[in-house]
């Protein structure tokens, strides 16, 4: 559903969430190590990141990311996913047609269309906060 891109940054966002609550600032290469990604890759994706304002960049060598702490309760994946993807994953056919519509749906146009509504919800409903006290006090994980 969503490209490796957003994944990627999805990832990224909860792990500097996370190292922002604690006052930390985290370089590229501990971000990409830490979400099992290319540098290289990461570099885009935060890049796409600092430029949609949800993460923010110093650089230096005091430099890093961070996400003001202050803020990470306001930030929803749906901001994350947005950046990167945009809105097509609210879109898209369920089967990949490129003419799937109420008008004219594929087979599966219906239920494709109450999961996305329910991705959506899920989307805007929770927060990078939520997400990264979750993985500080173990219950969740971004490594295999």
């Known amino acids: 559903m969503f490209s490796k891109a957003c994944m990627y ?3 990224a966002s909860i792990y500097v969430s996370s190292q922002s609550l604690k006052d930390n600032k985290v370089g590229l290469i501990d971000i990409a190590n830490n ?17 949609s304002g949800i993460i923010d960049s110093t650089k230096g060598p005091t ?4 996400i003001d702490p202050k803020r990470i309760d306001e930030v929803k994946l ?8 945009g809105d097509s994953i609210y879109k ?10 109420a008008s004219q749906p594929c087979p599966v146009h219906e239920q494709f269309a109450k999961v996305r509504n329910e991705l959506r919800h ?3 409903s929770t ?18």
């Open 9 to 11: 940054g999805i990832r």
């Open 35 to 51: 979400i099992e990604s290319p540098t290289a890759f990461t570099a885009k994706v935060l890049q796409q990141l600092v430029r």
């Open 63 to 66: 430099g890093g990311f961070l």
């Open 78 to 85: 749906s901001q994350i996913v947005d950046a990167i993807d």
């Open 92 to 101: 898209g056919c369920g089967l990949g047609l490129t003419a799937c519509d």
């Open 122 to 124: 899920m989307l805007e």
């Open 127 to 144: 927060s990078l906060y939520e997400l990264a006290t979750g993985l500080d006090i173990g219950l969740t994980y971004l490594k295999r």
